[in-house]
């Protein structure tokens, strides 16, 4: 069966560096979020994109956040420069045109120190 | 605007047992509603859903869930509980079931021999 997929599992960066995460989408698949998870927190909804374009942002989702698809299979989302507070698991979600289901994949764990 | 609380960060039950997880929703439109699971170094899985139409759906591994709209619930049930049932279960709400998810905190399920 098909399946989101993330690279690293877990990335230990310093505070201040860029990280780039990565997501294979499912490959019929048109469009694509990011959600993450602060270490007891809820699963917070970051971005959605379709067609080459941010659909929505959460206020999260700031100026220190880009999302992009440089192929036709990678999906990933860029922190330009890292802080405490981005310290969580970041999880991808691709979901087919025209269903309303959304496939998640296992997440990133990103630690910064 | 949509919210979800989750109720019992924790609940433990003995193999056999029925397992009852908490979900109430807030939703200013009539909400889709899902139930997802988060098995250790895993993803995100559809347990089930609710759209339209008939308010107790049933899903994967037993699971089932009835919407009720006066109560504003989506509680989690499985008659009798296995040892492959211990995971993170999360509860999510969206307005359109095309857009963002909004989850609730999850709950984790422990099951004892």
């Known amino acids: 069966e098909p399946e989101v997929t993330q690279t690293p599992s877990h990335q230990v960066t310093q505070m201040g560096q860029e990280v780039i995460l990565r997501c294979v989408p499912i490959?019929?698949?048109?469009?694509f979020y990011w959600y993450r998870q602060i270490l007891g927190q809820k699963v917070e909804f970051l971005v959605s994109?379709?067609?080459?374009?941010?659909?929505?942002k959460s206020e999260i989702f700031d100026d220190q956040f880009s999302v992009e698809r440089p192929d036709g299979s990678n999906f990933t989302l860029k922190i330009r420069s890292t802080k405490l507070e981005d310290s969580a698991m970041y999880f991808c979600?691709?979901?087919?045109?025209?269903?309303?289901?959304?496939?998640f994949g296992p997440g990133t764990r990103l630690t910064v120190l | 605007a949509q919210s979800v609380t989750q109720l019992g960060s924790h609940v433990s039950v003995s193999e056999g047992a029925l397992v009852l997880l908490r979900c109430n929703y807030s939703s200013s439109v009539p909400p889709y509603l899902f139930w997802y699971v988060q098995y250790p170094n895993q993803g995100l899985q559809l347990l089930l859903k609710y759209t339209t139409g008939a308010t107790l759906v049933k899903g994967i591994n037993g699971f089932e869930a009835e919407f009720k709209k006066s109560e504003t619930s989506f509680h989690l049930t499985k008659p009798s509980a296995h040892m492959s049932d211990a995971a993170e279960y999360f509860c999510?709400?969206?307005?359109?079931?095309?857009?963002?998810?909004?989850f609730g905190t999850g709950t984790r399920l422990l099951v004892s021999p």
């Open positions: 979600a691709s979901r087919l045109q025209g269903a309303d289901t959304q496939y």
């Open positions: 490959s019929n698949h048109l469009y």
């Open positions: 999510a709400v969206s307005a359109t079931g095309f857009q963002k998810l909004v």
């Open positions: 994109f379709y067609n080459n374009e941010i659909s929505e």
